[in-house]
């Protein structure tokens, strides 16, 4: 095993931990992956294991078609999403997948979250787009990630009447957007619930876009 | 004591701590139990226990009547109701009982949970029913269980003004089932809540719940 | 010190704990007292104090009149309201007083809390009143308790425009209560708001309380 | 370094932590600051630096233009807004900054909070006003909460579609009044998506604000 699968395994279970944390899954749904540098390879959660069991030696190594290469467990049975991603994506570092409830209760109606709040601006660009709905079983779901956020700037897709996937250069920007994604989800939910929501103006989102990209944050 | 019972009274504390960490139950309210394979006995927690002072030794065994057979406590007031379940199901090895928040509001308008999240054809196959009121005292709260899942998919039943009652082939998947019961509960109720919802075709549905409960997890 | 203050110096730190792990208090809000048994007097929260640096010394004991008899602290703001209750109702050996954030909604609208779930017939035994805006700083919120849980089945009273209080046979009766309290509340809130509620027959709802009073938990 | 600036950098972790536990934060998002007693400085969070990374030392130093003065880590983005607040209201001695839930989306609407509570007369004197949008990266942020927040009760004003600043004369003041606004905010939100709200006359408003700022707590 080299040093940077090793590694990579250790992160997955922090990088787990934080999804429990900001409450974004229950029991053993949500999955994090992360792309071996320099690889046709990533690391991602064996399937169906609960988060307290997880461990760096538990996650499973697969190539980029989904086949597990290294793990005594089956790996996550989205997989083939995420694997369809890394191929399509050449620049994704890392995939998360959660059923958060704010952000799957937009999914389940259809609808994009619109860019009513700054924080909003600053991640994602503009709103959140809604993917197609896609059966498991084949490449249907990595194909509606990648067609929507090809181009998109937003990190995080809504798959129709499922929940989210996000992307990002490595494993923690994907979890940090899948985070930010439930949080906005949720305060724009509740904010539109009591009336009617003020927009931004796209200058403006732009404008908070570009410098939250390339200011924020340490050097 | 058999071995057996041993270990459900010990599996026992560590599926009503679940109901707490997953945010299912307050105070002493919900309770879990398991059938001791071969014997016409389940485990089941003793009546009005704070969580915190579960353990083991406070488990109690009970016949398929309801009758306490082993421990020094009182067991739940819902016993009758679990051991109707058992009597009547015999495939079933664990039953849950919660009040869960947003579970407990669909019952209390007396309105299944439809069907329009994809984790929800996984695990229920379709909408979960609700079931009929009954009181508490004799075995009405039983048979409304038992007339209600007979022949369903789901393993869940939102007994009208009530609350969940769960099944499953062992406790820990009952108490899976009431985790997922409520996050799914919650899910659909905060998308309705802004407007309609796009259904999940039924021939999905169907594909969903077969794949999932054939194919996910560890073989 | 008697030995029996001692003790609810002890226990009131135990309960004020309860009231953080379900969610009923933030910052210093909220306060919980307990008669001493067999004198005039009652330990309460001390004014302004977090939880965190709450300890058994840091309680103060006050006589019926709300008078600092023994502490170093000064009582609860709410400490009027507290004795009054414990002047007029003798039965009373508990005080909780809360925002919780669901139970204070519905006062702030005016509006008694249907009882709509058995668990609510169970413990109230029918719908929790609300009580006449009052100010602080005079016997008006205790007045105003009093008048309204005289004679009702509810230990719950939610004072308009301001908060739960709750009363018990002990401090911990009226900590559960104001745990439940909340509970029905945050329930029967989500249920209501996206449709009618299912009411239950009031001679049922005299069946479950009776039965929860005289029936529940160990003997 | 003065023992001074010592003891603010260790009280900001504190404060931080504050934060997480009333769920007012998710990631790196928030942030708290104090003003240097005698001193034209300020201690402030470093930029996009998780919670649990948060040290003392990781704390950094800035002057009332918001310079770098102290520490090895670029200072919040929200520097500027701090320091434009320390510049304009000498008496304010902290400051805090959150884009917590239910504050925020009163602001994506651009709705003032209206005092039905008498928590809220108690801290806020009367309704949480609503501040300008105003863009990151000038002093429009400062300008904004510093006109909206002179010669006003509340100690928190919801910048349109952005978040709540809040000032104390301390930073655990501003802290409490951060806690205290999330927690009207979603209170009112509940209360008032069922019904209308009842208000709370301008004079009792009054009252209950005169007696909590001159007698609550300890003397």
């Avoid at 924080?119 to 197609?132: L, R, Y």
């Avoid at 998109?152 to 499922?162: D, E, I, T």
Wanted: aromatic letters at 6%; charged letters at 20%; hydrophobic letters at 40%.
């Amino acid at each position: 095993m080299s040093i940077s699968v090793k590694q990579l395994r250790e992160d997955l279970v922090g990088l787990h931990d934080q999804l429990i944390r900001w409450g974004l899954v229950v029991w053993t749904a949500g999955n994090v992956s992360a792309r071996v540098p320099g690889e046709d390879l990533f690391v991602i959660k064996p399937s169906g294991v609960s988060y307290d069991d997880l461990t760096p030696e538990s996650m499973v190594v697969c190539d980029l078609d989904g086949n597990l290469v290294e793990g005594d467990l089956s790996p996550s049975s989205d997989t083939a999403a995420h694997a369809y991603v890394y191929r399509a994506m050449p620049e994704v570092g890392g995939v998360v997948h959660t059923h958060s409830t704010y952000a799957t209760a937009w999914s389940a109606r259809g609808e994009a979250i619109p860019c009513v709040l700054t924080a909003m601006a600053d991640e994602f660009g503009g709103e959140i787009p809604v993917g197609p709905f896609a059966l498991i079983g084949n490449d249907d779901i990595g194909q509606g990630i990648v067609a929507t956020l090809s181009g998109h700037r937003s990190p995080a897709v809504l798959m129709r009447n499922h929940g989210v996937f996000t992307i990002g250069k490595s494993a923690r920007a994907a979890v940090k957007a899948a985070v930010m994604c439930e949080d906005v989800a949720r305060t724009v939910h509740i904010a539109r619930s009591l009336g009617p929501l003020i927009p931004i103006e796209q200058s403006d989102v732009d404008k908070l876009y570009d410098r939250y990209q390339n200011v924020y944050g340490q050097r």
